[in-house]
Nanobody
Framework: QVQLVESGGGLVQAGGSLRLSCAAS????????MGWFRRAPGKEREFVAT????????RYADSVKGRFSISRDNAKNTVYLQMNSLEPEDTATYYC???????????????????WGQGTQVTVSS
């Protein structure tokens, strides 16, 4: 189990950028698949991006592909989400999550993730 703490959210104008960070506790960070999800008001939680344990593989939701980039620094126990060209539709609470399942390299399925952060709010104004 890892504890996850997100930071970096805020208010930004459309077209702007933000970088979210998620710091993990413990010494097993490198064993976890990491993911970012978001929940907009009145909507279901949705997948945003995922990264493999080594960082060599990534996957993105179609809605953010080409605009968002996920990365990780295992030495710092941190995963990042660089968000560019933000749109009002990106407004949501963003959550990072960690998965230990040995059957996946990356996954967009939130049921596979074991541990979740408390979330950080991103608001994009038009």
């Amino acid at each position: 189990q890892v504890q996850l703490v997100e930071s970096g959210g805020g208010l930004v104008q459309a077209g702007g950028s933000l970088r979210l960070s998620c710091a993990a506790s413990g010494r097993t960070f490198g064993r976890h698949i990491m993911g970012w999800f978001r929940r907009a008001p009145g909507k279901e939680r949705e997948f945003v991006a995922t990264i493999s344990r080594s960082g060599s593989n990534t996957r993105y939701a179609d809605s953010v592909k080409g605009r968002f980039s996920i990365s990780r620094d295992n030495a710092k126990n941190t995963v990042y989400l660089q968000m560019n060209s933000l749109e009002p539709e990106d407004t949501a609470t963003y959550y990072c999550a960690a998965a230990t399942s040995p059957y996946y390299d990356t996954t967009s399925d939130d049921r596979i993730y074991n541990d979740w952060g408390q979330g950080t709010q991103v608001t994009v104004s038009s």
